[in-house]
């Protein structure tokens, strides 16, 4: 009887683990301008998140450098604009408000991560990610959505 019960409780604990919100993810870039990703979505149960990008091409980041950059959808493409001419800032521009989170331009191999707090993200806002390495906005970029 008391094995059962342990193994009842084990089982439990468990699937209790199982549905525990991943409040974090790998967003892989590559030499052809893509991310592995084009939708990341947040559970709410989630204080803070993490996004580790990696980079698993061959090039090097100042001929295919990537980031991830969060902000709302409205302001992706104002925020790589603004970022151009900025390549010793990531090619964002410096205290650039609206971005909430960036990771910093990586080449072949590299890894960078950010967390950043999900209480600055609204459900009833449209959100999402982006590279602002000059021109990869067209192709590299996807919507993080609150759930």
């Keep these: 009887m008391f094995a059962k019960l342990v193994a009842v409780s084990l089982l439990t604990l468990a699937s209790g683990q199982l549905l525990a919100a991943e409040c974090k993810v790998t967003v892989d870039?590559?030499?052809?301008?893509?991310?592995?990703?084009?939708?990341?979505?947040?559970?709410k149960s989630c204080k803070t998140f993490t996004v580790e990008l990696t980079h698993s091409g061959s090039l090097p980041k100042n001929v295919m450098g990537h980031?991830?950059?969060?902000s709302k959808e409205a302001d992706m493409q104002p925020i790589a604009s603004d970022g151009m001419g900025a390549a010793a800032s990531n090619y964002l521009k410096d205290g650039d408000a609206r971005i909430i989170a960036h990771t910093k331009i990586i080449g072949a191999g590299e890894t960078d991560s950010v967390?950043?707090?999900?209480?600055?993200?609204?459900?009833?806002?449209?959100?999402?990610?982006?590279?602002s390495f000059p021109g990869h906005i067209s192709m590299m970029k996807g919507t993080v959505t609150l759930k």
């Design 29 to 43: 870039s590559t030499d052809q301008m893509s991310f592995n990703t084009k939708a990341i979505e947040i559970d």
């Design 67 to 70: 980031n991830w950059v969060l």
């Design 115 to 131: 967390t950043f707090d999900v209480s600055k993200l609204k459900a009833d806002e449209k959100y999402g990610f982006f590279c």
